[in-house]
């Protein structure tokens, strides 16, 4: 999907307009509320933008012998809810309203596993590689369509919610950017480590 228009989310927890591609690597939410919005970042082959890479991943069809790293990550079982690539445009993998395989052994707030209340963005890129324009503000354009229907609450990184294993989004994202981007007169939202 490209920002034309102001974004919508629908009762099925599905981007209006957008691409959705569905993952089989998603089940049923436990009885919770969807509170926090989790920031990741990808690219398949590393470093490589535009391909296919993260589609297949997320879809299962990964070629193990189409690249030497896929050979480590072929059986993975992960998705995210939305993928945005360099130029802006949103791919849906899954539904809002169930739960994606993104966060892994997590922690927010003394709350585990937090697949189970979060929704899972990756912004097509790496740790050390800024990230574009259309990224940031596909990115805010979605975060505020979420916001309008889930009663979100906080913005992590994948490495505020687990420190020991995962480094995303990296240093290159610029979080003051991203939250400046949101409406002021919504409820104050935080990413871990800041006061609130």
Known sequence: MRIDSPMRIDAGGLLVGGTYVPSPNCDPRPACEIELLVIHNISLPP??????GVWRLFTN???AG??????DIAGLKVSAHFFVRRDGEIIQFVPCLSRAW???????QGHARCNDFSIGIELEGGDKIPFA????LALDE?????????PIRGIAGHSDIAPQRKTDPGPCFDWMRY??????????????????
């Not at 470093?47 to 296919?52: A, E, K, S, T, W």
């Not at 189409?66 to 050979?71: A, L, T």
């Not at 939250?179 to 609130?196: D, F, H, K, M, V």
Request: hydrophobic share 30%; net charge negative.
């Open 133 to 136: 324009d259309a990224q940031y």
């Open 179 to 196: 939250l400046a981007g949101l409406p002021a007169e919504q409820s104050p939202i935080r990413r871990i480590g800041e006061n609130i």
């Open 102 to 108: 993104h966060a892994g052994l997590s922690s927010w």
């Open 47 to 52: 470093g490589q933008f535009g391909g296919d």
């Open 66 to 71: 189409e690249h030497p790293y896929y050979q």
């Open 142 to 150: 979605l975060t505020k369509a979420l916001r309008e229907v889930y």
């Open 61 to 63: 069809t990964l070629d």
